[in-house]
């Protein structure tokens, strides 16, 4: 009897602790399949704190340079790097690499990383150099970060040349085809398609004479070796202020402060050659992330409103010409297709 009841005991025992458990195994499945799932919970805030923000800048930052120390495109790249270091806690490294036409320089920036740590500087010599086809790139080598400033150009003549007007140069360089000899800096830059929009916009022909830079050219003018000089305004303002030069139209779209009394082409009826400015500017290589390009223009943002900066850029005579990416990949684009059409036809 004894033995039946401990059986009779074990059995309910067993069945009790059964009950129990498939109490609590349906407890979990309808707390797991409902909207406040403490699982879940914990799931989303470890994915939350899992990911980190990214901190960029939080090492140094090169900054290459496709010409030699103590031009212009160096002077504003240190002139950036030393106003930028006050507003992050790092520090920037220019490299100068010169040669190549700029081969060189992006060559090497396209070697590092595309982590927003190596950034480009060039001018609007870039989307041109590209389009004549004298370096290994195209415009989708790179990706354009923002513009920073620029520079009119302008076309000028001696004081004592019997150009008085660009009316006047454009009727004798139509009279005279290839006669009219015309210098500025470099080929397949800034003054040579500048030059070659001169021409096709007035339908005339003269003769190209490629200095190695804008000081050689003006001395070129000045000397009466050359009959004009395509240039930035930067190179002849002095030499106008001085009474040396002539400056018979600028590019801007509307006339320049320095020279209210010089028409723009604009005015004289050429309205391809409007907002032909000599720009600076800074590049990317593609791939880096857009947060760390939004992040770099928001350091740019503080230069271009530095004191320092303003002084800069009052010292060399140039505009704020402030474009984020997306403006400035249009910009970049118009050029590298307007100068691609100007060399084919020149050729």
């Known amino acids: 009897m004894k033995k039946s009841f401990f059986i009779i005991s074990l059995l309910v025992l067993v069945l009790a602790l059964f009950g129990c458990g498939a109490n609590e195994t349906g ?3 309808d707390d797991s399949s409902g909207p406040n799932d403490d699982t879940n919970t914990n799931s989303n805030d470890d994915t939350n704190t899992n990911k980190q923000e990214d901190d960029y800048p939080n090492k140094p930052i090169t900054i290459v ?5 103590g031009g212009s495109g160096d ?18 490294v220019v490299e100068n690499k010169p040669g190549g036409s700029g081969a060189i320089a992006l060559n090497h920036a396209k070697t590092k990383p595309a982590d927003g740590y190596t950034i480009l500087y060039h001018s609007s010599t870039l989307p041109f150099t590209m389009a004549s086809g004298k370096i290994p790139f195209n415009k989708d080598d790179v ?3 923002a513009t920073l400033v620029s520079n009119y150009q302008a076309l000028s003549v001696p004081v004592d040349s019997p150009f008085q007007t660009l009316e006047d140069f454009v009727n004798y360089a139509k009279d005279n085809p290839g006669k009219v000899k015309v210098s500025g800096s470099g080929i397949n ?12 916009s007035t ?3 003269f003769n190209y004479v490629s200095y190695d830079g804008g000081g050689d050219a003006l001395r070129a003018v000045l000397g009466n070796n050359v009959d004009a000089i395509t240039s930035s305004g930067e190179v002849v303002n002095q030499a106008a202020e001085e009474g040396q030069v002539r400056i018979l139209a600028v590019t801007s779209k509307e006339r320049v402060e320095e020279h209210p009394d010089v028409p723009t082409f604009v005015e004289k009826g050429y309205t391809d050659i409007s907002d032909e ?3 600076r500017a800074f590049y990317a290589m593609p791939g880096v992330p857009e947060e760390r390009i939004d992040k770099f223009n928001e350091i740019i943002q503080k230069v271009i409103d530095d004191p320092e900066w303003d002084e800069y850029r009052k010292n060399t005579n140039q505009d704020n010409y402030y474009n984020d990416g997306k403006t400035f990949t249009e910009i970049f684009n118009n050029y590298y ?3 691609k059409r100007l060399f084919e036809k020149d050729n």
């Open 27 to 29: 407890t979990e499945t």
């Open 65 to 69: 340079v496709p010409f030699s120390a």
């Open 75 to 92: 002077t504003m790249s240190r002139t950036f790097a030393k106003i930028a270091e006050k507003y992050v806690d790092v520090s920037f």
């Open 143 to 145: 990706q354009p970060i």
């Open 189 to 200: 830059g800034t003054n040579h398609v500048f030059a070659l929009k001169v021409e096709d």
């Open 203 to 205: 339908d005339i022909d």
């Open 277 to 279: 400015f000599i720009w």
């Open 337 to 339: 297709d307007s100068a």
